[in-house]
């Protein structure tokens, strides 16, 4: 069957109740069959089937599945259903090799966790796993079978597992337990080990001859360490005797035996056989006043009535008090002769006779009362888990087990309940909430250093936010009000309590520069009134403000002027004038005219209502002769934008003299007639606006509302539509407001505006919390009044007018009065009268004299309350501590005996620590006895120590951690406290003069010393201010400026880091920056008249040359009144020139125009283009000749004619804050060039005009992470004390880490726990003594018992520490059970009789040991054992002793043991032999017999040679340092000194030849020196060899020497070889 079980499983059978099931695996059928005798083999057939089929298909398809492991264990933080199981998932080949997990379905795979139940220690006590016992292991199937057993062989047992619940035994589903613990194993490895034999230690030593005198005899014995098992061979006997003769003889005068007192076990305590009477009366003692002899000894008969009489007389006793009944046991007493056999009685019995009998208690057991109703179930809801509930009943005590009765049974009892729970309602589930975030901060970001010197009103930008977390009962009805609770309710995944924010910063309104002025317009021009107007200049918004409520100044500035226009007639382009008679003199030429508006746009003609010009203009052509004259010039820029008292606006246009005159030609006109000036800009300088106040409040308006617009938790809610009202008014410039219509009404802004009013917020708080709990049960007199407390939180704050926060959001109130503990209290009453043994038990026994001597007396002990009325014993055994005794010893006096009087009073104590006596006497007599004069029985003096007040304090231990004064942490808006002033504890031991530990309330004070300690404070890294920003790094263009920060001090104390620094601790702030390009340009005035200069004859015609003046000036300022700058601030290459040649025609020349302006290359260059430029002829020649040529030609040439343009983008900026933020919201700026093909940066709008694409985004918004400090939670409280009592006590609080410490933020401090010691408060327990030894009273031999004291000791904790530990009063330690642990006072044992054959005592426990294989063990229990020898005194005894006895136990942390033989030394051809384990201990029966080496060696013929010996082969060999030297027979032919082990040349010892016999030593020595070439073997030394070759090298070496010392140097007659040309390497040394 074994077999059969094994086969299935490998099969992937598995067995349940029903039978075998075989699962569905490598594509099987599923197939059941029910187990039953004889279908084993059906079942291995059918297998066999299958497993044939599915070896065909697996082998035409590889099939892979997931195989799993079993669940572990279930792990989590706290009990109950957050726990987690793993367990282990992989692939498999359907050939039973592990595959790449891909090779599987991952569809199919297996989950590896699962939500599982953690279970409590209560939980854990109702259901547990129950296994049977392992079954007999089996032999692996399959397995190799060795011929021999060696060690063990390989198996395989199984044993079955379920699960049951431990009240009533019945099995649950096994998913119960697996939620509690893993489920056991149902298979294992197991060995069948070779049959082991008994295994024992060596013998002790001899012990001593057993007979004082004469012959007698000695024994030593040895231990049983490991047991025989598996058939092995059983132990050999554990004790050896041998005869010993004392070396003196026995007088004859002495018997010939001994006698000794031999005392039998007592008997279990019995009653009389008539109980209900005393038949002979008993013996009593009276010690009542009204007695009329003292110490009378009454004998008097009890009836069964006095009992109740009694009774009645104690009224208040419970009828159990009392009830105590007195038994008897008695004891057989033997003589036994030293032979062992019996003799007369009288023989041993000389001076008293034993006592036989004594009174006892008889036995009663341990009653209790009936169980109490079931309390409810612990699980009154459904979980996600299959967890069960518990509930509980109780039992209390009637009677406490007396006289060793039966110890009382639990009082508690638990059962399983609900354990499926379908129809219970689902348990409550718990989650996180959390309140509004607070307001954004910036001020924890800050340093220490920043807070102190920085304007905190003025900051911006990023800062952090905190809100509160608490935890609700999930609603299970939407109507259901959620209220907080202990936050240990809610799952781990805490939401976060703090969260970075933004606080926008303030800016500026960045405008335009102005406009130039623009002309004189109507206010409206589509509809024109009036003959007034305005001229205007305009800026843009560039940025608009944020965070200010004053809004962007004006944008529109304007002045009043006389006869607007705002459209006009313009000559767009001119024909060449032609003359209307001949070739010259007055003719027309035709112009084309277009209407514009102001700013040159066409616009239709209808617009323009002055009439247009005429489409013929008059003109005149020169004729041969005449003087030519140039066009206007174009009219320069007004002189002044406006007119005042000083100054009006004037503007001039020139036209230059072309050709002068000839003869008979018509002149030229005056000087004054060539330049010609008009007014402008006559209006007056008062400048107009509008100026806007800012915008109101934001009113409802009813008309907008838009009820649906919702609100948000990010951003501001919104409810209504609402308008924002301003102010508008005309101000004109320097002076105020006017009437509005002094300025344009076109560009007044807007009076009101739409806005979004935010809702009404009420402010929301939680429902009160539960009242925390009150003491339960009752609380003690004099005990402060307890308060219990509820909370509730403020979740959203209220605004723009809701309901304010209520008041009160913490109550507290007064508990319940509890009742108040109750008192109980032993009551005991008088001891009753001495009870001796009854007389009819007396009367049969030996050495009855008189009723006297030992019994027993008891009393009554009730459990009583404050009214002194009955209470349950439980209660007593609660609230008072053990029932005190209710029996115990007492001695009615003989006649013999030794009378004393009473003990005096103790002596006064002198001084603390001294000692006090008292006294008693003999009396009667007892004055004459001798046996009462022993003190040692009969103590006369008694001294016990004064009572000593003088307590000593003394430090202990190390001091606590630095305790700060408590602070609020970050729910206040306050970061924890980390420095300052605190307090640190040591705690106080108080001890008495003894050195005993006391209560440290004796010693006055709180049990502490105090001692102010400082904790300093973290400094933060500290920088400099930054630096003024540096010239921007470019004159033209994008470039960078920088500033710098440097290091001041360094962090320390856990501040804050630095940021990184460079070499020179300093950190640098880079931003870009743009320079204007030709800030400053030329500004060339008109050219003089070309002055025509002949030295030899003065000429008006002619090449001549004119000049002009440039000046330099801002490029914004180019009219002809601007102010000249230093020349040096325009570039000298682009300056134009200031003179140039010229050429003045002669009247007999022709006379051309001016050039016009060269045209435009294309964009980019094309070099093969070619530009042009025209002129026209104004004046034909007399002469006839013809005229220069009207265009020239040229071709585009790059960077000289023409320029390519392309934008040059810069890198991206850091990211700059405002400079009231120091972290959040940024902006990354990069700047953008056009740059010339020649490298030259000019203006950007030069790339404008040019169209070229720039889809660059020049700004980027970004983020600056904030130095966020570490925050942290408040401390919790102090923990309870570690331990109750003892100087190892310590309380712990710690705090958690909220947020971690982000940037340069203050890192989290390490110490997140303290610790204080707690008051050192004595620790009181029972100490057990060392058992005596044997002890049997009143005999010399026999049964007696081994006693050991129980003392109250005080000690620090550690009970263990016996050295430290004081014994005190009993007193101390009357609540603690003396009877914990089963600990006994008493143990029986035996004294052997002299002669007696008897056991020895038990051997102790051998060291635990498995049963292994190679070292390796499959067992996880061990085998402990221990034997009794058996010792024989006298030979006559040896038939009656007892037979040895061994035992075993199981035992943990067994090791695995290996035997082998051990030899010593060869003495002669003998040596010793024994067997060793691993661990040192030598033993008999461990080591395989067949491999015990020989004790005894043999060699023939003898070894006889110097230095030999006979080896375990039973050959002859040389001893160590010497080799043998072997005949051709293969014979021991001698022994030779092996050379090269020793240093010492002294003791090398080379042989040569065979050894001479006969020889002295100091032959023996020069003989072993002398240098032979050829060893004992006939062949030549290795040193030969060496010494030859070293001979042969030095012979070449002289010779070389030789030829080198004499040979004549010659004298080289070629010259040098060619130098190498030398490099240097130039390092910048001026030197070289």
């Known amino acids: 069957m074994a077999f059969c079980l094994s086969f299935a499983r490998h099969m992937g059978l598995k067995e349940d109740r029903r039978g075998w099931t075989m699962s569905q695996r490598h594509g099987y059928r599923m197939v059941a069959w029910t187990r039953m005798p004889g279908s084993c083999v059906f079942l291995s057939l059918t297998l066999i089937v299958i497993q044939g089929r599915g070896d065909v298909e697996l082998a035409k398809d590889d099939r892979y599945e997931w195989k799993t492991g079993q669940w572990g264990r279930c792990m989590g933080e706290d009990c109950g259903p957050g726990g987690m199981q793993t367990r282990s998932v992989w692939c498999v080949h359907a050939e039973g090799w592990a595959a790449a997990v891909s090779s599987c379905p991952l569809a199919d795979m297996p989950q590896q966790q699962r939500r599982c139940f953690r279970e409590c220690d209560l939980q854990r006590e109702l259901f547990e796993w129950e296994t049977s016992e392992w079954g007999a292991c089996t032999l692996t199937p399959g397995g190799p079978q060795p011929a021999e057993c060696v060690m063990a062989q390989h198996g395989v047992q199984w044993r079955s597992v379920r699960c049951m619940r431990t009240s009533d035994r019945s099995a649950v589903m096994e998913r119960v337990c697996e939620f509690l613990s893993r489920r056991p194993a149902e298979e294992q490895a197991c060995l069948i080990p070779c049959p082991r034999p008994c295994i024992v230690s060596d013998f002790s030593a001899w012990s001593a001859c057993s007979a004082s005198c004469g012959v007698g005899l000695q024994h030593r014995t040895r231990a049983v360490l490991a047991a025989p098992v598996y058939g092995g061979a059983g132990c050999p006997n554990l004790t050896q005797t041998r005869p010993c003769e004392h070396p003196r003889p026995c007088p004859g005068s002495e018997g010939e035996y001994r006698y000794s007192l031999k005392v039998g076990p007592w008997t279990e305590c019995r009653l009389p056989h008539h109980k209900q009477m005393w038949l002979s009366g008993r013996t009593t003692l009276d010690f009542s006043a009204d007695s009329g002899e ?42 036994m002769r030293s032979d062992g056999k019996n003799s007369m009685l009288s023989l041993c019995t000389q001076d008293s006779t034993p006592v036989t009998f004594q009174a006892c208690v008889m036995p009663r057991d341990c009653e209790t009362s009936e169980w109490s ?14 967890s069960p509930g518990y509930r509980t009943r109780t039992r209390s005590l009637k009677q406490v087990p007396i006289g060793g009765g039966k110890e009382c049974p639990g009082l508690e009892d638990k059962e399983a309940c609900n354990i499926i729970g379908d129809l219970l309602p689902e348990c409550p589930r718990y989650m996180w909430k959390s309140t509004d975030w607070g307001d954004c901060q910036i001020q924890p970001l800050l340093s220490t250093h920043d807070r102190r010197h920085g304007n905190l009103s003025l900051l911006c930008g990023g800062g952090i936010r905190t809100r509160e977390t608490y935890c609700v009962q999930v609603p299970g009805d939407a109507k259901e009000v959620t209220r907080p609770v202990n936050k240990r309710m809610c799952p781990t995944n805490m939401p976060p309590a703090a969260q970075p924010c933004s606080i926008l910063c303030p800016q500026d309104c960045l405008l335009s520069p102005w406009s130039s002025w623009g002309s004189c317009l109507y206010d409206d021009c589509l509809e024109p009134q009036g003959r007034k107007g305005f001229r205007q200049r305009t800026r843009y918004v560039l940025r608009e403000p944020a965070g200010m409520t004053q809004g962007c100044p004006h944008l529109v500035e304007s002045m009043a002027c006389e006869d607007p226009v705002c459209f006009h007639w313009v000559v767009s382009s001119t024909q060449p004038c032609e003359a209307t008679e001949g070739k010259c003199g007055a003719g027309s030429q035709a112009q084309m005219v277009r209407c514009v508006d102001s700013e040159g746009e066409a616009m239709p003609n209808e617009r323009c209502q002055d009439d247009p010009p005429p489409s013929l203009g008059p003109c005149e052509v020169p004729c041969p002769g005449d003087c030519v004259l140039g066009a206007w010039s174009s009219w320069s820029p007004c002189s002044h934008s406006c ?29 004054s007639t060539l330049e010609d000036w008009r007014p402008c800009n006559q209006h007056p300088c008062i400048v107009f606006y509008w100026e806007a106040s800012p915008w109101g409040p934001c009113t409802e308006d009813p008309s907008a509302s838009d009820p649906n617009v919702t609100s948000s938790l990010d951003s501001p809610p919104t409810c209504a539509v609402g308008i924002q009202t301003r102010k508008v008014s005309c101000v004109k410039m320097n002076v105020g407001p006017v009437i509005p219509k002094r300025c344009p009404e076109s560009s007044r802004p807007g009076a009101t505006r739409t806005c979004l009013l935010p809702c009404r917020r009420d402010c929301m708080v939680t429902a009160f919390s539960e009242w925390t709990p009150c003491p339960s049960g009752c609380q003690p007199v004099n005990s402060t009044v307890t308060t219990q407390s509820r909370y509730r939180i403020i979740t959203q704050r209220s605004a723009n007018g809701g309901q304010e926060c209520p008041d009160t959001l913490h109550e507290e109130r007064e508990c319940e009065a509890l009742p108040v503990c109750p008192t109980y209290r032993w009551k005991t009453h008088k001891w009753h009268q001495c009870t001796l043994v009854p007389d ?88 004459k006895q001798p046996k009462c004069q022993r003190s040692e029985l009969y103590p006369l003096v008694e001294t016990e120590p004064c009572p000593c007040t003088d307590f000593r304090a003394q430090p202990w ?34 001890t008495d003069r003894d050195g005993r530990l006391l209560d440290p309330a004796l010693c006055g004070g709180s049990g502490y010393v105090e001692e102010v300690c400082h904790v300093p404070c973290p400094l933060d890294c500290k920088l400099s201010d930054w630096s003024a920003w540096s010239a921007c790094s470019a004159p033209c263009g994008s470039g960078v400026k920088v500033r710098s920060k440097w290091l001041r001090e360094k962090p320390f104390n856990g501040g804050r880091p630095c940021p990184k620094l460079d070499l020179k601790n300093q950190v640098y702030e880079a931003v870009p920056c743009y320079s204007e390009c030709s800030e400053y340009t030329w500004a060339p005035e008109l050219w003089s008249a070309c002055a025509v200069n002949m030295v030899d004859t003065p000429s008006s015609c002619g090449e001549g040359v004119q000049s002009r003046k440039v000046r330099c000036v801002r490029k914004d300022d180019e009219s002809p009144t601007g102010d000249t700058v230093d020349s040096s601030l325009c570039d000298p290459e682009e300056a134009p020139p200031s003179a140039q040649t010229c050429f003045v025609p002669c009247p007999e020349d022709c006379v051309m125009s001016q050039w016009s302006q060269w045209s435009s290359c294309p964009s980019p260059c094309e070099q093969t283009v070619v530009r042009t430029r025209q002129r026209q002829t104004l004046r034909l020649s007399q002469t006839g000749s013809a005229c220069p040529e009207e265009s020239q030609s040229d071709r585009c040439v790059l960077n000289s004619t023409c320029f390519n343009y392309r934008y040059n983008l810069s890198d991206w900026s850091t990211c700059l804050l405002s400079e009231s933020a120091i972290c959040g919201q940024g902006v990354k700026v990069r700047q953008l060039d056009c740059v010339r093909s020649d490298g030259e940066v000019v203006e950007l709008s030069v790339c404008g005009e040019l169209l070229l694409p720039a889809e660059w985004q020049l700004t980027m918004a970004c983020v600056v992470d904030c130095p966020v400090n570490c925050l942290l939670s408040e401390w919790t409280p102090w923990s309870s004390c570690s331990v109750t009592c003892g100087f190892q006590g310590e309380m712990v609080r710690t705090r958690g880490v909220m947020q971690q410490a982000h940037e340069q933020g203050r890192p989290c401090p390490s110490q997140l726990s303290q610790t204080k010691p707690c008051p050192i408060r004595p620790c009181y327990t029972w100490l057990l003594g060392d058992w005596s030894s044997c002890w049997v009273e009143g005999a010399q031999c026999g049964e007696g018992v081994r006693e050991r004291n129980l003392t109250c000791v005080v000690h620090g904790g550690d009970p263990l520490d016996v050295a430290s530990a004081r014994a005190v009063g009993a007193e101390k330690c009357e ?15 035996s004294v052997p009789c002299p002669g007696d054959c008897h056991l020895t005592e038990w051997s102790p426990w051998s060291s635990c040991q498995l049963t292994c294989l190679n070292g390796r063990s499959f067992e996880t229990t061990g085998q402990q054992a221990r034997s009794r020898a058996v010792v024989i005194q006298v030979p006559e005894n040896q038939d009656s002793c007892p037979q040895q006895v061994f035992e075993t136990r199981p035992c943990k942390d067994g090791r695995c043991h290996s035997y082998e033989w051990r030899t010593s030394g060869w003495k002669g051809n003998e040596r010793a032999v024994w067997c060793q384990r691993s661990d040192g201990v030598n033993v008999t029966g ?84 002398s240098l032979k070439p050829v060893g004992p073997d006939g062949r030549v030394k290795m040193w030969v060899y060496g010494l030859t070759a070293g001979g042969f090298a030095l012979i070449v070496l002289v010779i070389a020497l030789s030829f080198l010392l004499c040979k004549t140097p010659v004298q080289s007659k070629s010259s040098s070889p060619p130098q190498k040309p030398l490099t240097l390497a130039y390092d910048g040394d001026v030197d070289m």
């Open 957 to 990: 231990g190390n001091w606590s951690s630095c305790v700060l004064p408590e602070s609020r942490g970050w729910r206040a808006q306050r970061e924890p406290q980390e420095c300052s002033q605190g307090l640190q504890h040591r705690a106080i031991a108080c």
């Open 1375 to 1389: 609540d603690r059970l003396r009877r914990a642990e089963g600990r006994e006072l008493q143990l029986p044992c």
């Open 840 to 927: 009819s038990v007396q009367q049969g026994l030996t050495g009855v004299g008189e009723s006297c001597g030992r019994g027993l007396e008891i009393r009554g002990v009730a459990c009583v309350g404050e009214d002194d009325e009955l209470a349950n014993v439980t209660e007593c055994l609660q609230w008072a501590g053990a029932m005190p005794p209710r029996a115990r010893p007492c001695w009615v006096p003989c006649k013999d005996d030794c009378t004393l009087s009473s003990w005096a009073k103790f002596t006064d104590c002198a001084d603390c620590g001294g000692w006090r006596t008292r006294k008693r006497t003999l009396t009667g007599r007892s004055k």
């Open 643 to 671: 007119s005042s008292r000083n100054s009006d606006g004037r503007q001039s246009r020139t036209r230059a003299i072309l050709a002068p005159p000839g003869q008979g030609g018509k002149h030229c006109p005056p000087a």
């Open 373 to 386: 109703p079931w309390n409810l179930c612990s699980k009154s809801c459904r979980a996600l888990d299959l």
């Open 1486 to 1569: 461990g080591c395989v017999p067949q491999e015990m080496p020989t004790t005894m060696r043999h060699c023939y013929p003898p070894c006889t040679k110097p230095f030999s010996h006979c080896t375990q082969r039973g050959v002859c060999g040389c001893e160590a340092g010497y080799t043998e030297v072997m005949t051709a027979h293969g014979f021991l032919d001698y022994c030779t000194r092996t050379p090269g082990l020793d240093n010492n040349k002294a003791d090398v010892k080379i042989s040569s030849g065979r050894f001479k016999p006969g020889t002295s030593h100091i032959q023996e020595f020069f003989h072993e020196w």
């Open 294 to 335: 003292r110490n009378s000894v009454q004998r008097q008969a009890r009836s069964p009535h006095h009992t109740q009489h009694h009774h009645q007389h104690q009224r208040h006793l419970s009828p159990k008090a009392l009830d105590i009944e007195i038994g008897y046991q008695t004891r057989q007493v033997r003589c």
